[in-house]
């Protein structure tokens, strides 16, 4: 059996990533728009290459666009790697003098420097390195549009039919087995073009000679910054079939009705830099309306289930990954107020509804709902939202308050 692809599924809208200027309402402060790229000068001093090397890397950046950016988990991430990371460990590989090695750098950096050269590098009396590059850093949608994660996924592959009597004794009298086939989680994650998935075998096979953008096609040299687990359960669905009716018998089929299904979860996200646990979480997705299914649409049941599961999966991976995060807020025209929010145009405009507020607290574990807000401009890098009934706009704050999507 297999499943569609919705349109309107929470990272694939075919909506191509562009450079747009915000719309936004009148009185409001200026609109983001995502700058270019830029040449950057940056210096590392520290007790090996290798770290000199993405100090400099950083500083670039920051020198660039700013210390926040330079900063942000994109980056560090891959600096992490390029600084700490046992590949490339090998005598003589990190200390600048092998075109190997600022093949490997040039891969983990991929996306936000798109090429640097060392115009300075050498030991100081203190015996530590000193490193001075030349970087060519990415605009802003590209700084903010790649995270390389390692994905293991089992699968949704598997489903169970339980068929129940109306009255009968509580449990199933018939159970059907099947298999489907339909777009993994990591289609979902691909099409918001802020994911990058390794590949877990040998990669493409590229000779040295060849041109940098087809050696970054080897798979196995890009080095994942997080590791995504899910562990999917058969999917199971229920029908009840009537009971005889003693005043009209009939020899055929008696009506049977999908009775609900529901499939459950497991999902794991890890930081591998920083060596912790981002997202842990088992959880259920249950299908909708299943009274509108008789039980020769099952498969359709079966569909609609199986897409929206792998739509909240993928939703919930990105979001733990990517942090819609306000990062300003300010006052406009009639009292309105609106918030700069880190998400790109190319993944909002896959949503319908908004919704701000606060992540849980040691006092309050739950999301804590602000009030609604409303899409109104947007770039590759930010977005900008309209609120509506905040009731507490004190409670609206920068690198706190997210706005997610519900619909």
Known sequence: MKTSILLLSVLAAGIAAQDLKPVVAAGAQKPIVADQEEWGEGFGHATSYRVAL?????????????????????????????????????????????????????QQISGFVREYEV???????DRNWEVTVRALVASLQQLESELVIELIDNGLRSWQHERYEE???????????????????GDYLRRSGAVKIVSRGAGVKV???????????LGHQLIAS???????????????????????PTRGPRPE?????????????????????????????????????????????????????????AKKVFFTLRQPVVMRKWAGVGGKWFVEVRISRRVASGFKKFSIGNNGSLGNPDWQNLGSAKL????????????????????????????????
Request: proline share 4%; hydrophobic share 35%; with cysteine.
């Open 376 to 407: 109104v401009g947007g770039s590759g890098a930010s977005c900008t939202f309209q609120l509506d009934g905040v009731g507490d706009l004190a409670l609206v704050a920068a690198g706190v308050s997210e706005v997610r999507p519900v619909q």
């Open 54 to 106: 993405a100090q400099a890397l950083e500083d670039a950046v920051a020198k660039a666009k700013g210390v926040e950016v330079a900063r942000g988990p994109s980056i560090r991430s891959r600096l992490s790697i390029v600084s700490e990371h046992e590949d490339g460990a090998k005598a003589g590989f990190f200390d600048g003098s092998e075109e190997l090695e600022r093949d490997w750098v040039q």
């Open 119 to 125: 115009t300075k590098k050498g030991k100081v009396d």
């Open 167 to 185: 009255d009968g004794p509580g449990r199933a009298f018939d159970r059907r087995k099947g298999q489907f086939e339909g777009p993994k989680i």
């Open 226 to 248: 997080h590791r995504v687990v899910i562990n999917w359960q058969p999917l199971t669905v229920r029908s009840m079939v009537e009971k005889p009716n003693q005043a009209r």
């Open 257 to 313: 009705h999908m009775q609900g299904g529901s499939v459950q979860v497991a999902v794991k996200v890890e930081d591998l830099i920083e060596g912790t646990v981002m997202l842990e979480e088992t959880f259920s997705v249950p299908g909708d309306k299943p009274e509108s299914y008789s039980a020769d649409r099952s498969e359709a049941f079966i569909t609609q289930l199986v897409d929206k599961a792998k739509a909240a999966v």
């Open 207 to 217: 000779a040295p000679q060849s041109e940098r953008t087809e050696r970054e096609k």
